[in-house]
């Protein structure tokens, strides 16, 4: 069993950052790769971006390219999530989540392990 934290989330004006960090416990996270998602009020739930288990791949969201990076330490068991040039529409429920197996599907929620309780991340106009 694994046991996803995430932490990091706040209010934000637009423009500024945060930064999301996923802790694990129960097991290491170093054979699972990870994923980002997140759920704006009245919306389904959406791929963010994930990050192979070597970290040697990863996978953005069309929206947040080139504003939010991924990376993973897996010596300290966590995931982080560096988000730049935050819009309002980024506004919205944040959670971490592990997959066992799956590469190819890693934009399918279904397919995810664990997940977190996840972290609200606001942006203001």
């Known amino acids: 069993q694994v046991q996803l934290v995430e932490s990091g989330g706040g209010l934000v004006q637009a423009g500024g950052s945060l930064r999301l960090s996923c802790a694990a416990s129960?097991?290491?996270?170093?054979?699972?790769?990870m994923g980002w998602f997140r759920q704006a009020p009245g919306k389904e739930r959406e791929f963010v971006a994930a990050?192979?288990?070597?970290?040697?791949?990863?996978d953005y969201a069309d929206s947040v390219k080139g504003r939010f990076t991924i990376a993973r330490d897996n010596a300290k068991n966590t995931v982080n999530f560096q988000m730049n040039s935050l819009k309002p529409e980024d506004t919205a429920v944040y959670y971490c989540?592990?997959?066992?197996?799956?590469?190819?599907?890693?934009?399918?929620?279904?397919?995810?392990?664990?997940w977190g309780q996840g972290t609200q991340v606001t942006v203001s106009s």
């Open positions: 989540a592990a997959k066992r197996t799956g590469w190819s599907t890693i934009k399918e929620e279904r397919g995810y392990d664990y």
């Open positions: 129960g097991r290491t996270l170093s054979s699972y790769a």
């Open positions: 990050i192979s288990w070597s970290g040697g791949d990863t």
